[in-house]
């Protein structure tokens, strides 16, 4: 729920679930961000120090910090997440992630995703060109067009769809 969608000054809430193996890649934020994991167990990754989390538990991670996320376990997790921006912005981090090979061995969530995805383009795509176009995206897509747009076209395609993390 990015913040200037909803008529906030300063926030944005972003719940999710994840199963197995599920995670973006290192990346940060200009702005401060507030993980409270309900349940579940994660890799939390902080400027290269890795925390082993079983919810419930918080970690607070600084602007700019880089940081990412990992599903552990054969459960899902619970997150939420709590911005100090109505636009939050997230810029990629050249840095290994000690996680990947656990991310790479799942395929469930994937292959949930993708189906999402094609769910979401037979129901958006207005010109019927088999992609979406910024004017045809959802309002949640549309919010972050340009991350998910991965080869920076104009167009989310299934083919931007199989890069994301």
Do not use: C
Not at 105 to 123: P, Y
């Amino acid at each position: 729920m990015e913040g200037e969608f909803y008529g906030w000054d300063n926030a944005t809430i972003q719940v999710a679930e994840a199963g197995p193996g599920i995670g973006p890649p290192i990346h940060t934020h200009p702005v401060e961000e507030i993980f409270v994991l309900v349940e579940g167990k994660i890799a939390f990754t902080v400027d290269g120090e890795v925390l082993d989390m079983t919810g419930p538990a918080v970690v607070r991670v600084p602007p700019n910090t880089p940081h990412n996320v990992t599903t552990l376990g054969s459960g899902r997790n619970k997150l939420v997440t709590f911005f100090s921006a109505n636009r939050p912005g997230a810029s990629p981090v050249d840095a290994p992630d000690e996680f990947n090979h656990v991310k790479h061995r799942s395929t469930v969530e994937r292959d949930a995703m993708i189906a999402n995805f094609k769910k979401i383009l037979a129901d958006f795509d207005a010109d019927g060109d088999g992609r979406l176009s910024r004017d045809e995206a959802p309002l949640l897509l549309k919010a972050q067009f340009d991350r998910y747009d991965t080869d920076h076209d104009g167009f989310i395609t299934l083919d931007d769809a199989q890069g994301w993390d």
